[in-house]
């Protein structure tokens, strides 16, 4: 009987992973039937991120617990283990944002390190087997004023690690959905899509605050003015500003010139907390898309002069179906670049990804 169960068990294992995927097959199959991948709780996958930090502050991999097969990659580039900033980082940083993904034994990190003695920004994913490392992906921002701001910061937005009350968490899939409708609605933003932000909703990129913030340099008459005039009278002067909220930025129609928003893999879910975690590509092809009309019925001209993308990490925190809080880690990349972790055809997709257990995407 027991031979049977473990037989029928295994069956619908193979058959869940025809169903989702290399990614999913290539894992062990006694891994997934024994639950082992789930058996590394939030202190256990917080402690390897620490471990990680400790280990790349000491230039040492030698001193991280890795499987066999380990997977590394630095800047959308893989590299041996060993290679890049673990050649140059000097020590840890202050600023630590820790997001867990039990079920997935998926952990994501951003924070602040020392390289050459001046502080850097670092993003990290790591992908946990029996309490293995397997797969490290890093976004590392050399901009020193950044990684002061967000250290200035001195921790995370408490909101992100504030336990969702029961009765109101939704499902991976849902919490997915909702946090991909902020790379869909700033992809080609015509200001007439569903934006779900709440009104309190905040933004905060490589340590700056990209929304709400009354004290941004607009450059202009307006700035002075401060709340004299209303906003619509702000949209009409103003060709963007960080001084908006969340969902007046992308009403406002000006982030058209974000052609396209692709490579979408949503890391790390976590319906307990209301986190979703994503790597990305934001494409600004240039050229003709930098004039389009917005909603008021005027043309601009805006966006980059030459084709260029952001290499994007972004964790969301969504309640009741919108979204909160946001937070990014970027950097400048070349045009079109990959992330290491998808197939060319993946990589310039926009249809958005997830773990296995995140259900139909």
């Not at 309490?131 to 050399?142: G, L």
């Not at 934006?195 to 450059?219: H, I, K, L, Q, S």
């Not at 909160?324 to 670049?337: F, K, L, S």
Request: proline share 4%; aromatic share 10%; net charge neutral.
């Amino acid at each position: 009987m027991h031979r049977r169960l473990l037989f029928i068990r295994a069956i619908g294992a193979f058959t869940l992973a025809a169903m989702l995927g290399t990614s999913w097959a290539d894992r062990s199959l006694a891994d997934r039937l024994n639950g082992s991948e789930s058996s590394c709780d939030r202190a256990c996958l917080d402690g390897l991120v620490d471990q990680y930090l400790d280990a790349l502050a000491a230039n040492d991999p030698a001193r991280l617990p890795v499987t066999a097969t380990v997977k590394f990659t630095e800047d959308g580039q893989r590299l041996n283990l060993g290679d890049g900033l673990w050649n140059t980082a000097t020590g840890k940083g202050t600023y630590k944002f820790h997001m867990e993904d039990v079920q997935a034994g998926q952990v994501g990190f951003f924070g602040t390190m020392r390289e050459a003695d001046e502080p850097i920004i670092i993003s990290l994913r790591l992908k946990i087997e029996n309490h293995k490392i397997a797969e490290i992906e890093t976004i590392v921002v050399r901009n020193k004023g950044e990684a002061e701001n967000l250290e200035k910061r001195g921790h995370p937005d408490p909101l992100f690690t504030k336990t969702i009350p029961a009765a109101d968490r939704v499902s991976r899939a849902e919490l997915v959905k909702t946090a991909n409708m902020y790379f869909s609605g700033m992809q080609l933003n015509d200001g007439k899509g569903d934006y779900p932000f709440t009104d309190d909703c905040d933004r905060v990129e490589n340590g700056m605050e990209a929304t709400n913030n009354r004290a941004a340099d607009t450059a202009n008459a307006v700035a002075a003015q401060g709340n004299s005039i209303d906003n619509a009278q702000r949209r009409a002067d103003l060709s963007y500003s960080p001084e908006w909220g969340c969902k007046e930025q992308f009403q406002s129609g000006l982030l058209h010139f974000v052609t396209r928003i692709r490579d979408r893999r949503f890391v790390v879910v976590d319906p307990e907390r209301g986190v979703a975690f994503a790597f990305g590509f934001f494409d600004h092809a240039a050229g003709k898309t930098r004039t389009f009309q917005i909603p008021d019925g005027r043309t601009v001209t805006i966006g980059p002069l030459t084709p260029w993308t952001w290499e994007m990490s972004e964790v969301f925190r969504v309640e009741h179906g919108k979204i909160r809080r946001i937070e990014a880690v970027y950097q400048r990349c070349p045009y079109g670049m990959g992330s290491g972790w998808s197939s060319w055809q993946d990589s310039m997709s926009t249809r958005v990804r997830s773990s296995p257990f995140s259900g139909k995407e």
